[in-house]
C-alpha cells in the first residue's frame, strides 16, 4: 500500500478514476480537502489514503441473549419520545442489516458475509441436557451450556435483501434450537448479554482466521 501510494505522489487525481499499480486495482470514491468533498486533485507526500475493500471476508457474530426479545425504550438518547422505538432489540438489529445491505447494493460491493448466532442457556440440573460434557459451571454457581449456530457461510449475493428472510427464519427457530423453557424445576434459560459467552465466540472466529495465509481465497480482500 505505501509503494502504490508513492507511484501516484503528485498525480492529477479525480473521483471514480480507476488506478492500478502492482496488481492492486482501486477506485477512487471519495476526495477530501480538509473537511469538504473536492472533485479532483492532486496527491502530495501529505495525501494520506484509505483502503476499503469492496470484496472482504466478513463474519458477524450475533448474541441471542434475553435482551433480543425485549422492546427497546420508547425514548431516545435525548430523553425524547420516538415512533421508532418501542419495537424488538432484534427488529432494531434487522433495520440496521437493511440499511447496510442497501449501502452494500447501492456499491455493487461482493463481500462473502457470514452470520453466527451464539448463546448462554442456563440450566437448572445437570441432566436436563442430553451431553453432560457441554454443561459448565459459572462462578456464581449456575449450570449453562453455550450454543452456535451458522445461519449463513460464505452468501455473496447481488440482492442483498433476500438474506433477511434467512435471518429472520433463524432468529424464530433459535429458541426451540436451544431447547429453551420454563418449567419448574428444569428450567432452560438465555442469559443476558454481560453474562453471555462474547469472548467463546470471538475465539471461535479468531481460530477460522488465523491461517488465513494458507489456501488463501484470491477472491477476496480483507477479513472483519
Known amino acids: 500500500m ?68 425485549d422492546f427497546a425504550s420508547p425514548y431516545d438518547a435525548n430523553g425524547r419520545s420516538s415512533s421508532a422505538s418501542c419495537k424488538l432489540y432484534f427488529d432494531k438489529f434487522i433495520d440496521f442489516v437493511r440499511r447496510l445491505f442497501l449501502k452494500w447494493q447501492k456499491l455493487a460491493l461482493t463481500h462473502k458475509l457470514s452470520v453466527v448466532f451464539f448463546s448462554r442457556t442456563f440450566v437448572r440440573r445437570e441432566e436436563d441436557t442430553g451431553n453432560k460434557a457441554a454443561v459448565h459451571m459459572a462462578s456464581d454457581g449456575r449450570m449453562y451450556e453455550d450454543h452456535y449456530s451458522i445461519v449463513l457461510e460464505n452468501e455473496t449475493k447481488a440482492d442483498w435483501e433476500s438474506l433477511i428472510l434467512k435471518i429472520k427464519k433463524a432468529f424464530v427457530s433459535y429458541p426451540k434450537a436451544c431447547n429453551w423453557r420454563l418449567a419448574p424445576g428444569r428450567e432452560r434459560t438465555p442469559s443476558t448479554a454481560s453474562q453471555g459467552n462474547i469472548l467463546e465466540a470471538i475465539n471461535i472466529s479468531l481460530n477460522l482466521l488465523h491461517l488465513h495465509y494458507i489456501d488463501r481465497d484470491l477472491h477476496r480482500t480483507g477479513e472483519h
Do not use: P
Open 2 to 69: 505505501l509503494a502504490f501510494q508513492q507511484s501516484f505522489v503528485n498525480s492529477w487525481l479525480y473521483e471514480g478514476q480507476c488506478l492500478s499499480f502492482d496488481g492492486i486495482r482501486t477506485i477512487t470514491k471519495v476526495i477530501r480537502h480538509g473537511d469538504h468533498v473536492v472533485r479532483s486533485g492532486i496527491m502530495s507526500e501529505d495525501t494520506k489514503l484509505t483502503f476499503r475493500s469492496r470484496s472482504a471476508r466478513i463474519v458477524w457474530l450475533i448474541q441471542m441473549s434475553y435482551e433480543m426479545w
